[in-house]
């Protein structure tokens, strides 16, 4: 997975996710055979988050020079953002 845009980085996830989701159904029998909007939209949440943070962060650092306790807020929540994604899934 290496997609330089948001949006390349958001389909490639979600395309892992959903295979994810049928391999985990096909192991074990076990919930629904095809997923609905909510399980995807919960699985992508933290992704999505991450990339509206990356967001933030590039059009702060474009718009003001040096650092201050803003910047250091947007890291912090970037940092704890990608702690709740899987290693295999950090960009």
């Known amino acids: 997975m290496h997609e330089e845009s948001p949006e390349g980085r ?16 096909a192991k074990t029998g076990n919930g629904p055979s095809a997923r609905d909007v909510a399980d995807l939209r919960d699985a992508l949440r933290p992704y999505v ?3 509206l943070l990356r967001a933030r962060l590039d059009e702060f650092e474009r718009n003001h020079n040096g650092r201050n306790s803003r910047r250091s807020a947007l890291i912090k929540q970037l940092y704890e953002c990608e702690a709740k994604i899987p290693a295999e899934h950090r960009l």
Do not use: P, T
């Open 49 to 51: 988050q991450r990339e």
């Open 10 to 25: 958001l389909a490639a996830i979600a395309v892992s996710i959903a295979i994810a989701f049928s391999d985990r159904h």
